[in-house]
């Protein structure tokens, strides 16, 4: 048996391999893994408040845009086929990025134009689809005509 020397002192005591018992690792790792799922960086980074985006409020004034339409005026809904008219959340034109979620005019439904404005010699009008406020081109409003 060989027995531990301290600065050539005989202690006295074996020599032992010391190993982690499995169970104290398992529970160190749980540990550590539960700590990346529920601590958070407030501690590090201070949240902050975001502001509001502000909404740009419409131009009302109607003579700056001399379209088909003005304000107050009821049109219906010309879609081709079944796809419905798509309303923007900005005077411009439509992509996906920029629709107003959850609004559609489908064909022969009756809209009132509540404002125009005209942006990059485009002509908008605001609409009301789905009890939600939008604008598309003069062009999509009236079919194409």
Request: net charge positive; aromatic share 6%; glycine share 8%.
């Amino acid at each position: 048996m060989e027995y531990r020397k301290k600065e050539g002192v005989h202690t006295g005591t074996p020599l032992q391999k010391q190993r982690l018992n499995p169970s104290v690792i398992v529970i160190v790792m749980l540990g550590l893994m539960s700590l990346a799922c529920w601590s958070s960086d407030t501690l590090i980074i201070k949240p902050t408040v975001t502001p509001l985006p502000t909404q740009i409020p419409p131009t009302l004034d109607s003579s700056a845009a001399a379209g088909k339409y003005t304000i107050g005026d009821s049109v219906t809904i010309v879609t081709g086929g079944i796809a419905p008219l798509y309303i923007t959340t900005r005077p411009e034109p439509a992509t996906r990025s920029n629709r107003v979620p959850n609004a559609a005019c489908y064909k022969d439904t009756v809209v009132k134009v509540e404002a125009v404005q005209q942006a990059d010699g485009i002509i908008y009008y605001q609409i009301t689809c789905n009890n939600l406020p939008g604008w598309v081109s003069e062009k999509l409003l009236s079919g194409g005509k």
